[in-house]
């Protein structure tokens, strides 16, 4: 009889453990949850104040997203543009290189990664990051716009056409990608196709200064 007691308590333990560890761990899975949406929040409330030119406190925020999420890509991505709009520029490569090392597939970050490289006017390094974004997604427009862009600031305007023209084919609203097409078209003495994609630009956005810059100049070289 003692020995089927004996038995009847260890089992009634052994089920009350299983119990208190089910707990436990549906407890520990909504406060990783609840953390992760919290670093989430961060990011995006982060990347508003980027968004906003807010940029000292923009990295504020995105420090304490990465304080609970180090591996959060779009706090990383965030921390990066900001970085590079203060001038900071290996700084920023560093944060985006940590966001390709946790997922070489984010494309925002090999775009971003060239964008800073362009800056420092390494070229070369700058079109195989686009390019590394462009592989992973075939239609990313800024991408495509950013390499253009890239190109024609090496001089090399014939490929800097080609690429501004399928930012311009796969997101027809996005000013940068026709004055970028613009650009090269200058570059190449085609100005008055250049002056159409001045007007394009400035039809989607009419502060566009590189627009009306860039369209003054083709209209003096037209009347040369």
Known sequence: MEKEDDYEKKTQYTNMMKF???ILAISMLFTCSSLADEADDLAAEGNLLYDQDF?????????QALAIDPENLEALNGKGKTLKSLGRYEEAIEEYEKAISIDPSYKKAWNNKGIVLTYLEQYDKAVEMYNEAIKIDPEYAKAYSNLAWCLNLAGRYE????????????????????????????????????????DAALLLDPDQSDAKNGKARAIEKMDV
């Open 20 to 22: 208190v560890w089910l």
């Open 55 to 63: 940029y000292d406190e923009a990295l504020v925020v995105l420090d």
């Open 159 to 198: 490929e800097a056409l080609d690429n501004a023209k399928n930012a311009t084919d796969l997101l027809p609203d996005y000013p940068k990608g026709w004055i970028n097409h613009a650009d090269a078209l200058l570059a190449l003495g085609r100005y008055t196709e250049a002056v159409t994609s001045y």
